[in-house]
T-cell receptor, first 115, second 112 residues
Framework: EPEVTQTPSHQVTQMGQEVILRCVPI?????FYWYRQILGQKVEFLVS????????KSEIFDDQFSVERPDGSNFTLKIRSTKLEDSAMYFC?????????????FGDGTRLSIL | LAKTTQPISMDSYEGQEVNITCSHN???????ITWYQQFPSQGPRFIIQ???TKVTNEVASLFIPADRKSSTLSLPRVSLSDTAVYYC?????????????FGDGTTLTVKP
């Protein structure tokens, strides 16, 4: 079964540094998402992306965050100047276009640790 | 926002049937009900989705009453590997993902 793949599995970064998290969604999918989960807390929606633009974003997704689909396969999340509170698991997900109730397929996440 | 309420935790034993109920009183007409499973350090995994009545697949059943204000995920004959957090989401996931929030989930512990 096709999978969403995320790299790296663990990223350690100094506070204030930029970080880019990478995702390869399932190849025929057209909707892409980023979520985060702080240790022991809920899975939180960050942003959805369709047709090369952001379609929804949450309050968490402020000016420090950006997303990009630089080519036909990758989907990236950039955090410009990381803060300690950005430490979390970051999950990428994708869905095909099809019916509007399509559930998301999630990757296994990148654990981001800010020092 | 489609708010959901689930029990925080449940315990069961191997071989038993487990039913997890989710309340979603403000479900909208177009909303679907979707359940995910999450193991530690992994992303959520889709289990089952429904709109009304009953849906069954190879791993679970989903029961939705006529008023759709609640739903029950049924896991037949659980095993130790079913120990996980189970989330109920309500909404239109690909076009309104931001309005379909993951709640606290139900931590299911299956004992031998």
């Amino acid at each position: 079964e096709p999978e969403v793949t995320q790299t790296p599995s663990h990223q350690v970064t100094q506070m204030g540094q930029e970080v880019i998290l990478r995702c390869v969604p399932i190849s025929n999918h057209l909707y892409f998402y980023w979520y985060r989960q702080i240790l022991g807390q809920k899975v939180e929606f960050l942003v959805s992306f369709y047709n090369n633009e952001i379609s929804e974003k949450s309050e968490i997704f402020d000016d420090q965050f950006s997303v990009e689909r630089p080519d036909g396969s990758n989907f990236t999340l950039k955090i410009r100047s990381t803060k300690l509170e950005d430490s979390a698991m970051y999950f990428c997900a994708s869905t095909p276009r099809g019916q509007i109730n399509q559930p998301q397929h999630f990757g296994d996440g990148t654990r981001l640790s800010i020092l | 926002l489609a708010k959901t309420t689930q029990p925080i935790s449940m315990d069961s034993y191997e071989g038993q049937e487990v039913n997890i109920t989710c309340s979603h009183n403000n479900i909208a007409t177009n909303d679907y009900i979707t359940w995910y499973q999450q193991f530690p350090s992994q992303g959520p995994r889709f289990i089952i989705q429904g709109y009304k009545t009953k849906v069954t697949n190879e791993v679970a059943s989903l029961f939705i009453p006529a008023d759709r204000k609640s739903s029950t995920l049924s896991l037949p004959r659980v095993s130790l590997s079913d120990t996980a957090v189970y989330y109920c989401l309500v909404g239109l996931l690909n076009t309104n993902a931001g309005k379909s929030t993951f709640g606290d989930g139900t931590t299911l512990t299956v004992k031998p």
